[in-house]
């Protein structure tokens, strides 16, 4: 987990509430990608980056948006949070053609 | 969305057993990973898979790419108290430029019993 920092680790928030999720790495990697990990459903990807400035979908973005204004930072936004959304964040970075991927240590969200 | 089935789901082992589990996709995969998640802690990689047919090792850990490229294995040997966790497989396809990220099992949780 090493040059991955996920803040806050733990938030618990109202329903419609909003609230933004910071990954920010040291490793100066090109590709920042944001998952959510649920019982019995893996890690599923939400947004992904390929590089500063650049953003994509995964395979679940609704009720979630995303900003790569500067390399080392990818932050996953909620808008309006909905207890759908209550899970274990995780952000994760590699580079082009490695295959390696780094995690941070997560982000429990609670909506209530 | 697209997402790997893994089994077994969980596994209740004593210390000392060989533990073995499994991926399957129905899409074909150039690398296959296999990482271990630890409680409260981000996935850890465990073995990379390269080449359709490899077989590496990784001290007591054993993991194979599938021929058909659909799927991989994992083996655990004399499992030690520290093996538990969540095991998971992913894939990736990165056939092309930004093509890496990675598409995940659904886990399997070992647990040892005393």
């Known amino acids: 987990n090493a040059g991955v920092t996920q803040t806050p680790k733990f938030r618990v928030l109202k329903t419609g509430q909003s609230m933004t999720l910071l990954c920010a790495q040291d490793?100066?990697?090109?590709?920042m990608y944001w998952y959510r990990q649920d019982p019995g459903m893996g890690l599923r990807l939400i947004h992904y980056s390929v590089g500063e400035g650049t953003t994509a979908k995964g395979e679940v973005p609704d009720g979630y948006n995303v900003s790569r204004l500067k390399k080392q930072n990818f932050l996953l936004g909620l808008e309006s949070a909905a207890p759908s959304q209550t899970s274990v964040y995780f952000c994760?970075?590699?580079?082009?053609?490695?295959?390696?991927?780094?995690f941070g240590q997560g982000t429990r969200l609670t909506v209530v | 969305g697209q997402q790997l089935n893994q089994s077994p789901q969980s596994m209740f082992i004593q210390e000392g057993e060989d533990v073995s589990m499994n991926c399957t996709s129905s899409?074909?995969?150039?690398?296959w990973l296999w990482y271990k998640q630890d409680p409260g802690e981000g996935p850890v990689l465990l073995i990379a898979l390269y080449k359709a047919g490899e077989l590496t090792s990784n001290g007591r850990l054993t993991a194979q790419f599938g021929i058909t490229r659909k799927d991989s294995f994992l083996n655990i040997s004399a499992s030690i108290p520290s093996d538990v966790g969540i095991y998971f497989c992913a894939g990736q396809q990165g056939s092309f430029f930004g093509n890496e990220k990675l598409t995940f099992g659904t886990g399997t949780r070992l647990t040892i019993i005393p």
């Open positions: 994760a970075i590699n580079r082009p053609g490695n295959t390696e991927a780094f």
């Open positions: 899409s074909i995969f150039n690398t």
């Open positions: 490793m100066n990697h090109e590709y």
